[in-house]
């Protein structure tokens, strides 16, 4: 217990430094003012804005990076109540009330609470990140390559099971995932592979590239394709009375509590978490609501539940990556990449070696809530407007942003060129009703996973069945093969696919 | 591979015995993908041994996908399934042409006219564009970007032609 708070006094000495205090300021506007465009989601966010951090030290870097994380979270779940857009997958339910309490008039507290919520479900996963760092750290230091393995099929397999639509279709994005990240030289014999003798490609694919391609450009040619002009229901109504009243206060709380609960245990689990616990949130509150109808309504409690669970869920995926070194969403796999850049290696050695960096991330993360909070509330007004910019002189400036970021991560032309291979790729994927998900979460584990299987394998002398004789691998094996087993059954499959039509309507 | 301008329904192409013509298409692209990387790894080494060789893993999953495709496109063959939708033209080929076009001049002629010309490209993808708003907002996105990467971020972005620096 001493030991925590030494730490969390560590990571709080770091992270309030004027400057830092002021790069998370500038990461968590910046993410919002990003965020708020709509058709650019997290992803496109955070890799359109690494390059920016490139300049700065290794905490400095870290600290804006997840500040603009956060933002850009924010600024996704202002679109959803301000214009029905959900600026990304995981404030897609909160455009189901909030945006009806828009309507009604009721915009302040509608984004005031979903504010209140995530900056609550903020402190919580902090603390949450906090008591388990280290225990598991620990406990990864038990991990072999067997287990490595195992853990990250059992991630995929979740991401799968997570995907909306076809589960075939979803594994075999991961599949050509994994595939996509074997371009390059391979680890062990430094052969290049598939790299057709292009000099760009020797170090494969970089991850931002294909980020930007798949969910930037794809998402701008089919916003093309419905007409620029994008039904952008707009609300006119000045927003008056930002705070919530005494009974929205009263109402959302329980509805927080349970939201946090529910995302910080599944932002842990790797694959996707964010996106599934404020779905999860969102069902579960109608579930137990004395008068479900009011849901789809303008139901406080349909706007705090999910905000909150989405925000515990994004910081807790931070969990995976600090302690294993697995990047459980295609986000946290952009901030590998960013501290490979600053020559960290992330993973159970980070914790020992340099906890000011960690530490002092973690405390950056509740600063960054607070900030959010107090910087936010104020400027809607500018965030509305911004919206009122046409698109069709939007997506002209989104691509030049996205150019330049792609180039100014290496210098190199070919890196523009393959982003936009990738878009248009992306667009194709999109027609077909494949998920770019899941792809790009199999291209981060690729290296990882083949690396892991390759070591497993050695040590075994070739024997398949070690992933089942090591009793803590065997038990995540078969925990994958369980839930691939529900996903398939058709009764389960059906149930699920009501919980993302919800979604939709 | 999504250029291809095709206006009416695809689905008067296809025949009437595949179902799901989208999964009939997207099983074989993923097929068609594998035994691309099939072929592209197959100069490299495979297992030794115990141990991997460079080739091992590509080729597994490779095979893996081979397989997932086939089976995403039986899939296609025998349930009913969503018809291809109509593919855009104009958006997808002046996004990709602006994005060529700044990969190919940010070297040689700097941000600045890299910068706006692919902006008047990019636009040209919506029949909305209105030449003149568009020539403001790109000049004055330029300015920006000219002032915030190379200064505000300290990117080693060259602003002009490298014949007029020299």
């Known amino acids: ?43 496109a966010t955070v890799a359109m804005l690494l390059p920016i951090t490139f300049g700065l030290p290794p905490v400095g870097a870290l600290i804006m990076l997840a500040g603009i994380y956060y933002g850009a979270q924010y600024g996704g779940s202002t679109t959803s109540i301000l214009v029905n857009i959900p600026g990304e997958a995981t404030s897609v339910v909160t455009t189901l009330d909030g945006f009806q309490m828009a309507k009604q008039g009721r915009a302040g507290p509608a984004l005031a609470i979903a504010a209140i919520g995530s900056f609550f479900a903020g402190c919580v996963a902090t603390v949450l990140i906090a008591v388990l760092g280290a225990p598991l750290t620990k406990l990864a230091l038990a991990f072999g390559p067997a287990e490595y393995f195992s853990l990250m099929v059992l991630g995929l397999i979740f991401a799968v099971v997570l995907a909306k639509g076809s589960v075939l279709k979803a594994i075999a994005m991961i599949v050509f995932g994994l595939l996509l990240s074997m371009v390059g030289s391979d680890i062990e014999t430094g ?58 206060l009263k109402d959302s709380f329980p509805a927080i509590l349970r939201g946090t609960a529910l995302g910080s245990i599944l932002g842990i689990l790797p694959g996707g978490g964010a996106v599934i616990a404020s779905f999860a949130a969102y069902t579960l509150e109608k579930k137990i609501a004395k008068d479900p109808s009011r849901f789809g309504r303008g139901a406080i409690e349909g706007v705090a539940a999910p905000e909150s669970a989405n925000n515990a869920a994004a910081q807790t995926s931070f969990i995976p990556l600090l302690t294993l070194g697995i990047p459980p969403n295609a986000v946290m796999a952009l901030m590998v990449g960013a501290m490979t850049i600053h020559g960290i290696v992330p993973g159970p050695q980070v914790m020992q070696k340099q906890p000011e960096l960690v530490w002092g991330m973690i405390a950056s993360m509740w600063i960054g ?98 992933f089942l004789t090591r009793p803590l691998s065997a038990v995540l094996m078969a925990t994958a093969a369980f839930l691939l087993v529900l996903a398939l059954l058709p009764s389960l499959r059906k149930k699920r696919d009501e919980v993302f039509v919800e979604s939709e309507t | ?58 080729r597994m999953f490779a095979v893996l996908l081979l397989g997932l495709g086939i089976a995403v496109m039986v899939v296609g063959l025998v349930a009913d399934g969503e018809h291809i939708t109509t593919y855009a033209w104009r958006g997808p080929l002046f996004v990709s042409l602006a994005i ?48 915030l990467f190379p200064y505000a971020l300290g990117l080693p972005l060259q602003l002009f032609p490298r014949f007029l620096i020299q």
């Open chain 1, 1 to 43: 217990m001493a030991e925590l708070f030494s730490n969390l006094a560590l990571g709080f000495g770091v992270a309030f430094t004027p400057i830092n205090l002021l790069l998370c300021l500038i990461g968590a506007l910046v993410g919002t003012l990003v965020g708020v465009l709509p058709g650019i989601g997290t992803i």
């Open chain 1, 369 to 466: 809530n607070l900030m959010l909070i107090i910087i936010n509330l104020p400027l809607v007004g500018i965030w509305v407007r911004l919206l009122r910019v046409p698109y069709r002189l939007m997506f002209p400036s989104i691509v030049i942003f996205c150019a330049i970021g792609i180039y100014s991560i290496n210098n190199a032309p070919v890196d523009v060129v393959l982003a936009g291979a990738f878009g248009l790729l992306g667009y194709w994927l999109i027609k077909h009703d494949f998920e770019p998900a899941p792809l790009l979460l199999g291209m981060v584990l690729g290296p990882l996973m083949e690396e892991n299987l390759r070591r497993a394998l050695l040590i075994s002398r070739g024997d398949w069945t070690v």
């Open chain 1, 191 to 248: 052969a290049s592979r598939m790299a057709f003798n292009i000099p760009e490609l020797a170090d494969g694919l970089g991850f931002a590239t294909v980020a930007m391609g798949v969910f930037g450009f794809a998402e701008i040619i089919r916003n093309l394709d419905a007409g620029a002009e994008m039904d952008r229901d707009l609300v006119q109504q000045k927003i008056t009375g930002l705070m919530p009243t005494k009974k929205d």
């Open chain 2, 1 to 58: 591979m999504s250029e291809t301008p095709s206006r009416g329904p695809v689905k008067y192409i296809m025949p009437k015995w595949i179902r799901g013509p989208q999964d009939f298409v997207g099983g074989l692209a993923l097929i068609a993908i594998a035994l691309f990387a099939l072929w592209a790894s197959s100069d490299l080494q495979g297992m030794h041994g115990f141990s991997f060789g460079a080739g091992t893993a590509p």
């Open chain 2, 100 to 147: 060529l076009s700044f990969a190919l001049t940010i070297r040689p002629l700097g941000l600045v006219i890299s910068a706006f010309a692919s902006f008047i490209i990019s636009a040209l993808g919506t029949p909305e564009m209105k030449w003149k708003e568009t020539i403001i907002v790109g000049i004055c996105l330029t300015i920006g970007c000219s002032l």
